[in-house]
């Protein structure tokens, strides 16, 4: 019995010997692929250097008319439309006329309101004066002529509001029609017979000269603001672009921007907008996708000579493509890039 336990103690140790070799082995090929398997994806060497970094933001618009929307001076019913929706016209043809009845019965209307506004200051004073005329006591002196004196100034109040209402009214007289004020084509209209009050549009004209790059989305002028630049890419080319902030009158439509240069685009082509913000100047920045983590931190691949060594580094600002390396890397140095 002794023999046979006493033979066993070689053939443990020697397990023991082997297991711990075994392990040894397994933790040397897990190190081992720890190592390679995220370069196993590489698709490119990448060099360090200093980059100017931003974020880019893009959005989908198309060459477009500016759409002029045409109104009546005064309301009323129209009551010819000589065109329709698609139509083609040119600058100074007539499109639509309005009964004139109700442009002159608002002439009429602030005509009698001056008068009438008038009457009651001159009866006033008039009134006022013939009991002056009588010789009253003190007491009722005093207060006709205060009556004279108020009525003096509240008429020299209103008469010039009065006055022009009356001269913006009569200078409608004979206009109720509406002239194309530009070549171009009708891209809304009422029908006929519609009451309409002042100026409250009845046509919509796109002029086919006025083209402008045109976002589906309002971007307001303070927002706008915060990007450092802003172009677009116009029938494949790089063109710059002004945001003209008086044609968006209404916040959540459009954004409009005039191009420098339309490069044979035709209204209706696509146009792509690119907004760049948080730029930070020459940092020294490497591809993103060079970028490891792991509960460590950030790590990279670095080509010294010919081997690959990992690098612990340290991140700052991130763009759409590359980050900046704050600690860890030098320019010059070659990372690898993973796909």
Known sequence: MRKKRSGLYPVAAALVILGLAG?????????????????????????VMYRDLYTMTTRDAELAPYNEELSFEAGGRISKLYVELGSEVKAGDLLAEQEEEGVVNNAGNALNKYLSEKKVYMDTVKAAKRKLAANPGKEEKEWQELLIAQAEELWVMQEPQLWAAWEEARSKVGKSQIFAPCDGVITACLSEGTTVSAGQPVLALADTNRLYVTVGSYLSPADYSNYEEIYAIVNGKETEVTYIEELMEEEGLYTYYSAADYNGARMGDYVLVCMKSNYHDHVLSIPSKAIYRDSSGSYVYLLDGDIRVRRDVVTGYSSDVYVEILEGLQEGDRVYVKN
Do not use: F, N, S, Y
């Not at 897990?30 to 390679?36: V, Y």
């Open 23 to 47: 392990c040894g082995t397994r933790d040397a090929m897990q190190k081992e692929i720890e190592l390679l398997t995220p370069v196993e994806a590489v698709v490119d060497i990448e060099t």
